[in-house]
């Protein structure tokens, strides 16, 4: 905190700080609930001229943006490995994905949005229906650090694409990122409609009471009810995307290689630190030898150390390194065992991936999230069980199967927003697809058409073609009409049905 001496106004700020190594990156205000309040206004004013642009213009915006950010991709990696400690390559391939729903987002908003006719039923074929899917205005975004850049664009660009201003709250670990974002935006379209408001959570909370038509949150379950809970005030609407607790389930016929592989980069990449992590893996019996063997070997390569060549950097909060290590000490407590790692593993800054067997399925490392390279490894005598195990947590985000001739089969019988078959988190990359949770997870959808309209409400709109047979909305009609209207609801609806056969 500074005082400024002639004036007695006192500034807040905090700084954001490199994980690697504790220097400061930089400092930034911590916006009080008077200037989100501005910032918010400001943000009507963009969105009066944003939302009054043709598809096509803000295609063109958006697609300009999205060229700066790929220019410029080297720039916002180097600002996202200061502020998270992630290695550089992780970095760039999480921008690159975020790019690439820039595009998908700003090319598909006409198809999905704009007005299409709708049939209007027998008994209303006078009106012409139509609906189409109508901005809010201005949408809030409250983002988390793990993923500074894909995470928040995930709400931002089809918020955007849908004709909305955004005011974007970045997590007070990753507030540069934020700032970049929209910075970059400004300097592209020269005009504010995406900006950014920094401070810790009391900013994010108001935020949610500034009177925006609804508010995007990505971050844990905790913070999540928090989030809803002041939204509620203002009867704000919002989407949140929460906390996982993801699984892979591998079959007997599985590639035991290729899942070993795909498990090992979900559990420990970014170290772990990805909502949609694998931090449980239930294993057919008859492959359960080979696959923990390979895992364990695989895993043994991979080493968190500060280097410009490492694979995983540190724990980018301090305070979560305490959790892992209760969540390791509680499964071998409860008669688990560290096949790798261990307890030891969590050091001051840097967690070694830990492979946890025989842990009870009701323990923290199988129930909570951990947020670190860890991972409980069970055995599971059919894929029954295995989806029974995997379904049992309050948790519900994504979710992997290896399979080869039941692959879809299991991956529609678990209970998450997404999952993928032979191959793991693949669904975030598709634009095209819906993202989110259920549960505990969260609720409403990010990415594809659902992610576009998420950020709009619907608008019905009923034309009258010609002049109706009989005037039902009037108090003119007549004990005839309302007759004729029985018997028409007879003939549509009464009808007595035919029940299917029952199986035996
Ligand atoms: P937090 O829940 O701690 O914070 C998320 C955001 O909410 C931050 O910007 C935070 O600000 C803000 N915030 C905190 N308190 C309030 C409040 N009372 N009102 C409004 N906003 C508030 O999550 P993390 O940043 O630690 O992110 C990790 C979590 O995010 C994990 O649980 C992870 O699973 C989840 N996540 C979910 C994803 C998904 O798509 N489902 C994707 C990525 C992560 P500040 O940082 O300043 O406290």
Redesign the pocket.
Known sequence: MTQTEDRLETVTTFDSLNPRTGDVVASHPVHTAEEVAQTVARAHEEAAWWGALSYDEREAHLLAWKGVITRRLPQLADLVHQETGKPHADATLEAALAIDHIHWAATHAEKVLKRRRVPSGLSMVNQAATVEYRPFGVVGV??????PVF?PL?SIAYALAAGNAVVF?????TPGVGEWLAGTFLATIGRPVLQVVT???????A??RSGVGKVA????????K??MA?CAETLTPVVI????KDSVIVDEDADIEAAADAALWGAASNAG????GVERIYVHEKVYDEFLASFVDKARSVTAYDGPDTKIGPIT?PSQLEIIRSHIQDALDRGGRAVLGGVDAVGERYVQPTILVDVPEDSLAVQE?T?GPTVTVAKVRTMDEAIEKTNATRYA?GSTVFSKSRGMEIASRVRSGMSAVNGVMTFAGVPSLP???VGD??FGR?HGPDGLKEFTYSKAITRQRFKPMMVLTSFTRTPEADQKVMGTLMMLHGRKGTLPKRKR
């Open positions: 409250i983002g988390p650090w793990n993923y995470t995930g709250k970045p997590s007070e670990h401070g810790l959570g009391d900013t994010g909370a935020l949610c949150f990505t971050g844990s379950t905790a913070t999540g928090r989030v002041t995307e929460a906390g996982g630190q990805t909502c949609l909060m999230e947020f985000l993202f989110g949770g997870s969260g990010i």
